[in-house]
């Protein structure tokens, strides 16, 4: 079994900056990708940010130029790195891991992100 655990987030004012941290933990498994969803209530849900095991990055539009996606590779964890919040950005954001092996993705538990005006 595999366990993504979050941590960071909470509020921080428009034009600031927070991160976020997600660590997997568990045996005898291999990632490929990691990465960030988004959840507002009313909003659809939305791929914030996405890397490969080959360190190839994905943003959302939305989040171009402002938000940064890293990862550690010997400690299985994925880093979001948020700058120049936005009130848009204010969301339940959820990482991901991706196992191909299983061909299963495993979800952290969800994190808030409130952005204030």
């Known amino acids: 079994q595999v366990q993504l655990v979050e941590s960071g987030g909470g509020l921080a004012q428009a034009g600031g900056s927070l991160g976020l941290s997600c660590a997997a933990s568990?045996?005898?498994?291999?990632?490929?990708?990691m990465g960030w969803w988004r959840q507002d209530p009313g909003k659809q849900r939305e791929l914030v940010a996405s890397?490969?095991?080959?360190?190839?990055?994905n943003y959302a539009d939305s989040v171009k130029g402002r938000f940064t996606i890293s990862r550690d590779y010997a400690k299985n964890t994925v880093y979001l790195q948020m700058n120049s919040l936005k009130p848009e950005d204010t969301a339940v954001y959820y990482c991901?891991?991706?196992?191909?092996?299983?061909?299963?993705?495993?979800w952290g538990q969800g994190t808030q992100v409130t952005v204030s005006s």
């Open positions: 568990g045996s005898g498994f291999s990632i490929n990708s």
């Open positions: 991901y891991a991706y196992l191909p092996m299983r061909g299963v993705y495993y």
């Open positions: 890397i490969t095991s080959g360190g190839t990055t």
